[in-house]
C-alpha cells in the first residue's frame, strides 16, 4: 500500500507505472488512480473521511472490502497506490496537522482487508520544502485563502515524519512500514525506484522501463498563486471558481508578465 504523500511525486509515480504496466504484469499486480478505478475511489474516500469520518466510515469500510475481494491470489506483488490514503492533507478544510486520521484509517484497512496484510510505503520529502509546495496545492485545489505565512504559522506546531513513522512502526510493527525520502529518488524519469526495489524489481529490470517526461502536477509561478488566493476569499461556487483554477494554470505566463511589470 503506497499510502503518500501528496507532493512527494505520486503523479509522476502513477503515469510511469500506468505506461510500463503491461512490461511489469508479468511480475506486479499494479492499481493506480486511474479515472473509473476502485484504487481512484478508494483516495477519495479516505480524504473524505479524514475530514468527517462519522460521514463516510461505512463507505471506506465498504470499499476497503472491495479492494480485498478484488485481489488476484496468484504470486505476484500487488502494488496499490494513492496519495489521498494518508487523509486531507494541511490546507484543506482547516487540516493544521500531519495527517492526524491516519492512525483510523490505517486501523480500518487492518480489519477489512483481513486475511492480508499489507505493507505500507510512505513518501517523505524535506519538512520546509514540502509545506511550501503543499501551500500552493491547497490555494490551487482546495481553496485555501490564507496568505503563505498564515499557513507557516498555523502548521509551525505540526509533527515531524520521524514522529509520524514512528506512531505507525508501533501500530504495526517495523516490518510493515517503510518511509522512503523523495530526495533519495536519483532517477526522476523513473520516479519510485525506491518502491519498487522495495516490490522485488532490481535497478536493472527499473531502467529497461519507459521513461516518463516532465514532471507532473507542478506549483503555480508566484502571481498565478497570488491571483488563485485572492480568488479563494470571494467564495465562488465550486464549478465556477474549478473554470477559473484551469484557465489560471493553463495561462501562468500571463500572470508572470503581470508579476515582472510590477518589479520593472
Same mark, same amino acid.
Given at each position: 500500500?503506497?499510502?503518500?504523500?501528496?507532493?512527494?511525486?505520486?503523479?509522476?509515480?502513477?503515469?510511469?507505472? /500506468?505506461?510500463?504496466?503491461?512490461?511489469?504484469?508479468?511480475?506486479?499486480?499494479?492499481?493506480?488512480?486511474?479515472?473509473?478505478?476502485?484504487?481512484?475511489?478508494?483516495?477519495?474516500?479516505?480524504?473524505?473521511? /479524514?475530514?468527517?469520518?462519522?460521514?463516510?466510515?461505512?463507505?471506506?469500510?465498504?470499499?476497503?472490502?472491495?479492494?480485498?475481494?478484488?485481489?488476484?491470489?496468484?504470486?505476484?506483488?500487488?502494488?496499490?497506490?494513492?496519495?489521498?490514503?494518508?487523509?486531507?492533507?494541511?490546507?484543506?478544510?482547516?487540516?493544521?496537522?500531519?495527517?492526524?486520521?491516519?492512525?483510523?484509517?490505517?486501523?480500518?484497512?487492518?480489519?477489512?482487508?483481513?486475511?492480508?496484510?499489507?505493507?505500507?510505503? @510512505?513518501?517523505?520529502?524535506?519538512?520546509?520544502?514540502?509545506?511550501?509546495?503543499?501551500?500552493?496545492?491547497?490555494?490551487?485545489?482546495?481553496?485555501?485563502?490564507?496568505?503563505?505565512?498564515? @499557513?507557516?504559522?498555523?502548521?509551525? %506546531?505540526?509533527?515531524?515524519?520521524?514522529?509520524?513513522?514512528?506512531?505507525?512502526?508501533?501500530?504495526?510493527?517495523?516490518?510493515?512500514?517503510? @518511509? @522512503?525520502?523523495?530526495?533519495?529518488?536519483?532517477?526522476?524519469?523513473?520516479?519510485?525506484?525506491?518502491?519498487?526495489?522495495?516490490?522485488?524489481?532490481?535497478? %536493472?529490470?527499473?531502467?529497461?522501463?519507459?521513461?516518463? %517526461?516532465?514532471? /507532473?502536477?507542478?506549483?503555480?509561478?508566484?502571481?498565478?498563486?497570488?491571483?488563485?488566493?485572492?480568488?479563494?476569499?470571494?467564495?465562488? %461556487?465550486?464549478?465556477?471558481?474549478?473554470?477559473?483554477?484551469?484557465?489560471?494554470?493553463?495561462?501562468?505566463?500571463?500572470?508572470?508578465?503581470?508579476?515582472?511589470?510590477?518589479?520593472?
Amino acid at each position: 500500500m503506497h499510502i503518500g504523500a501528496q507532493k512527494t511525486g505520486s503523479t509522476s509515480l502513477h503515469h510511469f507505472l /500506468s505506461r510500463n504496466q503491461d512490461a511489469l504484469a508479468a511480475r506486479l499486480d499494479i492499481r493506480v488512480p486511474v479515472k473509473g478505478s476502485i484504487t481512484r475511489e478508494l483516495g477519495r474516500t479516505c480524504a473524505h473521511y /479524514s475530514l468527517k469520518p462519522e460521514t463516510h466510515e461505512d463507505d471506506l469500510k465498504d470499499l476497503i472490502c472491495t479492494v480485498r475481494d478484488d485481489l488476484t491470489s496468484d504470486d505476484r506483488v500487488c502494488i496499490i497506490s494513492h496519495e489521498n490514503i494518508c487523509g486531507a492533507m494541511m490546507g484543506r478544510a482547516g487540516v493544521t496537522d500531519l495527517y492526524p486520521a491516519l492512525p483510523k484509517i490505517i486501523a480500518l484497512f487492518e480489519q477489512n482487508l483481513a486475511p492480508y496484510s499489507p505493507e505500507y510505503v @510512505f513518501y517523505t520529502r524535506e519538512m520546509q520544502s514540502w509545506k511550501s509546495s503543499v501551500y500552493n496545492q491547497a490555494v490551487k485545489s482546495d481553496s485555501y485563502a490564507g496568505t503563505r505565512d498564515e @499557513f507557516l504559522e498555523q502548521t509551525r %506546531a505540526s509533527k515531524r515524519w520521524i514522529e509520524l513513522q514512528h506512531d505507525l512502526e508501533a501500530r504495526l510493527g517495523k516490518d510493515r512500514v517503510r @518511509f @522512503f525520502a523523495l530526495e533519495d529518488e536519483q532517477t526522476p524519469d523513473r520516479p519510485g525506484r525506491q518502491l519498487l526495489r522495495f516490490a522485488g524489481l532490481t535497478d %536493472a529490470d527499473i531502467d529497461t522501463l519507459q521513461p516518463v %517526461a516532465g514532471r /507532473s502536477n507542478q506549483s503555480l509561478n508566484d502571481g498565478s498563486l497570488e491571483f488563485m488566493r485572492q480568488l479563494n476569499a470571494l467564495g465562488l %461556487a465550486r464549478p465556477a471558481r474549478r473554470q477559473v483554477a484551469e484557465l489560471v494554470k493553463n495561462n501562468q505566463t500571463l500572470f508572470a508578465a503581470e508579476e515582472t511589470a510590477r518589479k520593472l
